[in-house]
């Protein structure tokens, strides 16, 4: 079945620790950490010090998954495999073929899943040197920097064409998708191949996040 993982953007940062509790509480697979530099994107979320203070709010068990929005992701990704993540994502659109495939091992060698993140503007073709390398791919359905912003369906087709390269190649990354996802078109998203759906304002922000989730699933 479709995982679903709640965005803590769209949470009350004012609780942050009982935001995350209440996610898994009412159903989430996994909680998905948004992070900001200011430079990458347009916006500055939060670091490695809430990173560990939701993993200690939620205990030892539960999957959090960051989704790393910054420059320079081999210079900072260590201190999130400190804070206690479990898996560490980065945008291909950073850097040359060498620095993403050298990163993408570096995470894998710290004790992590690694993940790469594709923006809506960039190319499922860019992808191919590192498919094969990858614990998971996150296809982004928004422009990155912000919760709360429409669904993209053009990106759909490049779900399609990961999941087809997985069946031809044996491989087994996860897809995920990312932005601007609820219960209007999480069954697009399942069908074309996604594997897991993050889903910040449509999960936070609900009058009942349990049916919410449950109702995407
Ligand atoms: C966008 C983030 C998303 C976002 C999802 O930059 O990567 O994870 O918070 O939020 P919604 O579901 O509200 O689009
Ligand atoms: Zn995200």
Redesign the pocket.
Known sequence: MTMIAP?L??ADFSRIGEEARRAFEAGADWL?L?I?DGHF?D?ISFGPEICAAVRKAVGPDRFLDA?L?IERPDHYFGRFVKAGVNLICFHVELGDEYYIRNTLKRIRRAGVKNGLAVNPATPFETLLPFLGEIDLLLV?S????????S?MPSVLDKVVKAAEWRADHQASFLIQM?????KNNADQCALAGADVL??????FKAADMAQAIAEMK
């Open positions: 965005s953007l769209a998905h948004d900001m994107v916006n989704h929005m982004m928004v422009v990155p920097g912000f919760g709360g912003q669904f990312d932005g601007g996802i609820g993050v889903a910040g304002s449509s999960t």
